[in-house]
């Protein structure tokens, strides 16, 4: 099936530095959603976007719907070991409230050294 | 906010046997719930979206004979991995819709084992 384009594929840091990877589609997406998965746990809703050119933070993250509505970046600044994780970017066709399936990212392993 | 129970969250089964993982919405009403499989190091693939009281709806490639869906009540969908093999060993995740999270919730996985 389709997958978004996701880059980096890891990532290693060091504590405190700001950490930024992004997603890429050639096709619209409508609505585009960032995860965070540990290990052996599913993944977690970090932020939603619905509008194209819509910044949106939550707490040190910052995440954009690109205005073209076929890219989206994540921005984690001042990076802490509990950020450590993988980091998927998924992209929906549907607008906010559809139950549509969503399209993922491969991932970004992040490592973050104290 | 939204919870999708999910469980068990690991189970080892002998090959030949059936092995059923639900997932349950805990304080919401799941309309549609979807089925992933994801393998080691690699992103989530979607294996089936079912809706309540109807049908399940299987991507390619996936066999709906063996992994049968029910998702009988907008609370409870349930996935059994039927006749298990080896190669059925997985991480299983269920994700519902919840209006009010304005996202998609994921249950905590089944890790399967298939000895």
């Known amino acids: 099936g389709q997958q978004l384009n996701q880059s980096p594929q890891s990532m290693f840091i060091q504590e405190g530095e700001d950490v930024s990877m992004n997603c890429t589609s050639s096709s619209i997406f409508n609505t585009w959603l960032w995860y965070k998965q540990d290990p052996g746990e599913g993944p977690v809703l970090l932020i939603a976007?619905?509008?194209?050119?819509e910044l949106t933070s939550n707490g040190r993250l910052t995440a954009q719907f690109g205005i073209t509505r076929k890219d989206s970046f994540l921005n984690i600044s001042a990076s802490i070991p509990s950020d450590v994780g993988i980091y998927f970017c998924?992209?929906?066709?549907?607008?906010?409230?559809?139950?549509?399936?969503?399209?993922f990212g491969k991932g970004t392993k992040l490592t973050v050294n104290p | 906010g939204a919870v999708v129970s999910q469980h068990p969250s690991r189970v080892i089964c002998k090959s030949g046997t059936s092995v059923k993982i639900e997932c349950r919405s805990l304080?919401?009403?799941?309309?549609?719930m979807f089925w992933y499989r994801q393998f080691p190091k690699q992103s989530l693939m979607l294996m089936a979206t079912s809706n309540e009281g109807s049908k399940a709806t299987y991507e390619q490639g996936v066999e709906k004979d063996k992994f049968l869906i029910n998702h009988a009540s907008l609370t409870l969908s349930t996935l059994t991995v039927t006749s298990a093999h080896p190669e059925d060993s997985s991480f299983y995740i269920c994700s519902s819709d919840s209006l009010a999270n304005y996202g998609y919730t994921f249950g905590s996985g089944t890790r399967l084992t298939v000895v």
């Open positions: 976007l619905y509008k194209a050119g």
């Open positions: 304080d919401f009403q799941a309309t549609t």
């Open positions: 998924a992209g929906q066709r549907g607008t906010q409230g559809g139950s549509e399936k969503l399209v």
